[in-house]
């Protein structure tokens, strides 16, 4: 049964960081490309990175530079280091499964984790 399972959200402060974490089981996370989207209250899904089956990875404009994704194939677990939050990166924080390449249309994903809260407020 393919499960993807995110953790390590939370409330931080503007320019603090978070580690998500988006544990894979069902299937081998090599053959993937893994996705984070964020969705805000009354916003539309938003693309935020992803990591290819080869490694490549992709950002948004939003988060280029602060953010920074990363894959453990052996853990069968991507990671989203995101640092220097602003109050605008709040949201729900969900990772999705693609074959092979990434894609910025979150309709292109077949597998969807749970969503993980972060909310940057001070």
């Known amino acids: 049964q393919v499960q993807l399972v995110e953790s390590g959200g939370g409330l931080v402060q503007p320019g603090g960081s978070l580690r998500l974490s988006c544990a894979a089981s069902?299937?081998?996370?090599?053959?993937?490309?893994i996705g984070w989207f964020r969705q805000a209250p009354g916003k539309h899904r938003e693309g935020v990175s992803c990591?290819?089956?080869?490694?490549?990875?992709y950002y948004g404009d939003s988060v280029k530079g602060r953010f920074t994704i990363s894959r453990d194939n052996v853990k069968n677990t991507v990671y989203l280091q995101m640092n220097s939050l602003k109050p605008e990166d709040t949201a729900v924080y969900y990772c999705?499964?693609?074959?092979?390449?990434?894609?910025?249309?979150?309709?292109?994903?077949?597998?969807w984790g749970q969503g993980t809260q972060v909310t940057v407020s001070s």
């Open positions: 069902g299937f081998t996370l090599d053959y993937y490309a």
């Open positions: 990591s290819s089956r080869h490694r490549s990875t």
């Open positions: 999705a499964r693609r074959d092979f390449i990434c894609s910025g249309d979150y309709n292109n994903y077949d597998y």
